[in-house]
């Protein structure tokens, strides 16, 4: 059952200069893939574009064979109050559980926000916020 909540997340590392987000993004438009949500982070003069997409491994193909290096990473999506607390409920839920918080982005969706995660123990991560009521995407709403 927790597998069902684990999301397939591509990350593009490509340097960090002016055209590259184009050329990802174009890349993925021409081959008809929708972007979800995407955040980016920057080191040493190369950046990391994370992404949830509907076709996680076509991506991974079409930016591999324009010379993107791509790798997949389990993310889990939280839904959560949109509101003052919400981040910490979540944050609060696994840091007593001893799971730790690698990474995070999030969106703010029609009917609340939802937070990306990347965990160090991903169906852990599952079983406790399910567990304290809350509530979780299932991966297949990102196909």
Do not use: C
């Amino acid at each position: 059952m927790e597998k069902s909540y684990i999301v397939k997340q591509i990350s593009i590392f490509s340097e960090n200069r002016p055209g590259r987000l184009a050329a990802i993004a174009g890349a993925l438009r021409d081959a008809g893939i929708n972007i979800f949500a995407f955040s980016i982070a920057e080191a040493d003069g190369f950046g990391v574009v994370r992404a949830l997409v509907d076709r996680p491994e076509d991506a991974h193909r079409r930016l591999t064979d324009l010379g993107f290096r791509v790798s997949f990473t389990d993310v889990i999506g939280v839904k959560m109050r949109d509101e003052p607390g919400g981040l910490s409920d979540i944050a609060s839920i696994l840091g007593d559980a001893g799971i730790n918080i690698e990474y995070a982005y999030a969106y703010s969706g029609k009917d609340a926000a939802v937070l990306i995660l990347r965990v160090d123990q991903a169906e852990d991560a599952v079983r406790q916020i399910l567990g304290h009521g809350g509530e979780l995407l299932k991966a297949s709403l990102f196909r």
